[in-house]
């Protein structure tokens, strides 16, 4: 069976950190793209970075470059997005997603398998 298991979300204030896992089983780790993606209230789901496990190629959208960054274990079958300098309108849910598009993307409809997401909320 496939899983993915978010944890490590929270409230946090502004200009802190948190460290999201994204925990993968069921499923030849080293194969798959693996995608961090977030919901707000009322937004659509957006791609907030990504990485080849294979190849360690990753990318982020702009607005979280240089305070995210995401990182892949494969000995423990595990991507990590440490988060940090965040902000308010960082605040959703965040997804982790696993895929095999034929190119590293961001978009949610390449990726097949989804965890049920964890909440980070971030106060001004």
């Known amino acids: 069976e496939v899983q993915l298991v978010e944890s490590g979300g929270g409230l946090v204030q502004a200009g802190g950190s948190l460290r999201l896992s994204c925990a993968a089983s069921?499923?030849?780790?080293?194969?798959?793209?693996i995608g961090w993606f977030r919901q707000a209230p009322g937004k659509e789901r957006e791609g907030v970075s990504c990485i080849s496990t294979r190849a360690g190629s990753a990318y982020y959208r702009g607005s979280v470059k240089g305070r995210f960054t995401i990182s892949s274990d494969n000995a423990k079958n595990t991507v990590y997005l440490q988060m940090i300098t965040l902000k308010p309108e960082d605040t959703a849910v965040y997804y982790c997603?696993?895929?095999?598009?034929?190119?590293?993307?961001?978009?949610?409809?390449?990726?097949?398998?989804w965890g049920q997401g964890t909440q980070v909320t971030v106060s001004s």
């Open positions: 997603a696993a895929g095999r598009p034929r190119w590293l993307t961001m978009n949610p409809s390449e990726y097949d398998y």
């Open positions: 069921g499923f030849s780790f080293d194969d798959y793209d």
